[in-house]
C-alpha cells in the first residue's frame, strides 16, 4: 500500500495550501540532490515529497484523492460512475473493493470498473445491465484484451519540454513511439491505445498504461506549473544592483537585480514556466542567494568589519515564535 501523501508531505489533512507549500519549499531545499548528492534514499525521499505536493497543490487532484485515494489520481478515472458503483454497492451490502455478481459467482475488480475494462466487458455500464436484467448482453461482444502496465523515467528537462520516447514492446515486435507532453509531472500517467494484452477472442486489444517517473533537476525544482530556481549573487551585485544572466525553459534571459537587494529576495518571471497544453503557462521564481568569500583572508575580514560599521539596529528584530 502507498504511504499517504498527507504523511510523506508531513502535514495534517485539513492543511490549507499556503501551509503546503511552505512545508513542500522547505523539505525541497532540504532534500534537493545539489545537497544530497548520491544519496539514494534522499533521492527517493525527494520524488516522494514531489509526487505528494503536485497532487495535495491541485485542488481538483486533492479532492479526488481525498474521496477516492490513488484509484483517483489515475488516467480514464471516472469520478461520478465510482460514486454510483458506491452507492449501489452499499445498497447492497457490499464491502467495497471486489464483489462477486452474476450466476457464475465472477469478480469485478473495482479498479477495473473505473478505467472501462471489468473483464472483457465494456465496462460499468455493461456491468449495471447484467445486474438488472440484461445478463445476456455480456456474452454478444467480443472482449477486449486486459491493459499492460510499464514505467519509464525521463529527465527534468524532458518532463518540461515533452520528449518522443521509443519503447520496445514485450515478446519483441516493432518498437512503440510515444510522445511524452510537456508539463508531464512525476506520477503522471499515459495510456497508449491498443499496445496492451490481446484480446482471448478476436476482440480489441487492451491499452499500454505508462507510468512517468521524472529524475530531479541539480538546479531547478517544480511546484505545480511554476519552476523555482535559487541564484547566487555577491555582496557588491547585492548592493550596487546588477544585470544577470539566468536560465529557464526558452533561454537564457537577462534579469536585472535592484541595488540593496536581500538576500532570499524573489524575482517572478511570467511566463517563463511549465508550458502544457490548454493551460496558461506556469511561472519561474528567482531567488537570490548572496554568497560571501570564502577564503580566509586579512583583507577581506577587514572589509567586513568596516561594511559592519554601517549596519543600523539589530537585523533580528521582532522575529519570535
Given at each position: ?20 507549500k ?9 532534500l ?19 509526487n505528494?505536493f ?5 485542488p481538483n487532484?486533492?479532492?479526488l ?9 489515475r ?5 461520478n460512475?465510482?460514486r ?25 475488480n ?8 471489468a ?100 538546479f ?12 547566487p549573487i ?48 506556469g ?29 543600523s ?7 519570535a515564535?
Amino acid at each position: 500500500m502507498s504511504e499517504d501523501l498527507y504523511s510523506v508531505l508531513g502535514v495534517s489533512k485539513t492543511a490549507d495550501l499556503a501551509t503546503i507549500k511552505k512545508t513542500f519549499r522547505k523539505l525541497a531545499k532540504d532534500l534537493h540532490p545539489d545537497r544530497t548528492a548520491n544519496d539514494k534514499k534522499k533521492e527517493a525521499r525527494f520524488k516522494a515529497v514531489n509526487n505528494a505536493f503536485n497532487v495535495l497543490s491541485d485542488p481538483n487532484k486533492r479532492k479526488l484523492y481525498d474521496e477516492f485515494g490513488e484509484d483517483g489520481l489515475r488516467e480514464g478515472f471516472d469520478a461520478n460512475q465510482a460514486r454510483q458503483y458506491k452507492q449501489w454497492s452499499g445498497r447492497q451490502g457490499g464491502r467495497g473493493g471486489r464483489t462477486s455478481w452474476g450466476g457464475d459467482g465472477e469478480t469485478v475488480n473495482l479498479e477495473d470498473l473505473f478505467s472501462g475494462q471489468a473483464q472483457g466487458r465494456g465496462g460499468f455500464s455493461d456491468l449495471f445491465g447484467d445486474m438488472f436484467g440484461g445478463g445476456q448482453q455480456r456474452r454478444g461482444p467480443a472482449a477486449r484484451g486486459g491493459d499492460a502496465h510499464a514505467e519509464v523515467t525521463i529527465d527534468f528537462v524532458s518532463s518540461v519540454r515533452g520528449t518522443t520516447l521509443e519503447l520496445q514492446q514485450q515478446g519483441g515486435g516493432a518498437p512503440v513511439t510515444v510522445r511524452v507532453p510537456a508539463g508531464a509531472h512525476d506520477g503522471s500517467r499515459l495510456r497508449i491505445r491498443g499496445h496492451g494484452g490481446p484480446s482471448p477472442n478476436g476482440g480489441p486489444s487492451g491499452d499500454l498504461l505508462l507510468d512517468i517517473h521524472v529524475q530531479p533537476h541539480k538546479f531547478f525544482r517544480r511546484e505545480g506549473d511554476h519552476l523555482h530556481l535559487d541564484v547566487p549573487i555577491t555582496i557588491a551585485e547585492a548592493y550596487q544592483g546588477a544585470k544577470i544572466k539566468v536560465p529557464t525553459p526558452d533561454g537564457d534571459v537577462t534579469l536585472k537585480v535592484p541595488p540593496r537587494t536581500q538576500g532570499g529576495s524573489v524575482m517572478r518571471l511570467k511566463g517563463k514556466g511549465v508550458a502544457k497544453k490548454g493551460k496558461e503557462v506556469g511561472d519561474l521564481y528567482v531567488h537570490y542567494e548572496i554568497k560571501i568569500p570564502q577564503e580566509d583572508s586579512e583583507e577581506v575580514a577587514e572589509l567586513v568589519e568596516q561594511l559592519a560599521k554601517h549596519q543600523s539596529g539589530d537585523v533580528r528584530h521582532g522575529i519570535a515564535f
